[in-house]
């Protein structure tokens, strides 16, 4: 099986890629479009600005192949905020497949929301197996609200989605390959979808 990480501008990508390693599973991380599109599975991580990235995106052409790709995608942390419509992250224009608009972080609570927080609400393959009311690792100034396409949930002064899935696209707000066993859970379960 084939694993891509989709190269581009974006932080914490070799992050992705030795939480693979220490699951024994091989990926390789690349910005060539044949190769990610024969890919069995494609992740799409990042830390970042959301419109710089878009920009990225866009001047490479793989902002119009991430939505021509059919396998299993999962996008974590940026990579789930720029499959949204678009950021009030200087209002970035994204790749639109979650139809709603990421919003930032307000009123009383420390920005950004750093470190563990409960997940609840899971209703997915991606997340069989792992606990109601499971910690994960969390770094984000910027959250997707609640949605139809929500598969769980978080809290942070709001409460957010901490993952969704729309068809063949599936996205976590919090880190995996930072997340202990319940993020090595959640990796291995994206690998056999």
């Not at 599109?37 to 419109?51: C, L, M, N, Q, S």
Request: glycine letters at 8%; hydrophobic letters at 35%.
């Amino acid at each position: 099986m084939k694993t891509v990480i989709i190269k581009y501008n974006a932080g914490n990508i070799r992050s992705v890629d030795f939480a693979l390693k220490r699951l024994n599973m091989e990926s390789e991380i690349t910005d060539d479009h044949e190769k990610i599109r024969r890919a069995d599975k494609v992740i799409f991580p990042g830390v970042g600005e959301a419109k710089s990235t878009m920009d990225h995106l866009r001047s490479q052409g793989l902002d119009r192949l991430i939505l021509q790709l059919k396998q299993p995608v999962l996008g974590i942390c940026l990579g789930m905020q720029l499959m949204c419509d678009e950021s009030e992250e200087r209002n970035a224009s994204c790749l639109g497949i979650v139809p709603v608009r990421v919003r930032r972080f307000g009123g009383p609570v420390k920005v950004p929301h750093m470190g563990w927080s409960r997940i609840t609400g899971l209703r997915s393959p991606l997340l069989e197996g792992v606990p109601e009311g499971s910690y994960v690792y969390f770094v984000h100034s910027y959250y997707v609200p609640d949605n139809q396409y929500s598969i769980a949930t978080s809290s942070h002064g709001v409460s957010f989605s901490a993952a969704v899935q729309r068809e063949h696209f599936y996205a976590v707000q919090f880190h995996p390959e930072k997340s202990g066993r319940t993020g090595e859970r959640i990796l291995k379960n994206f690998l056999s979808l």
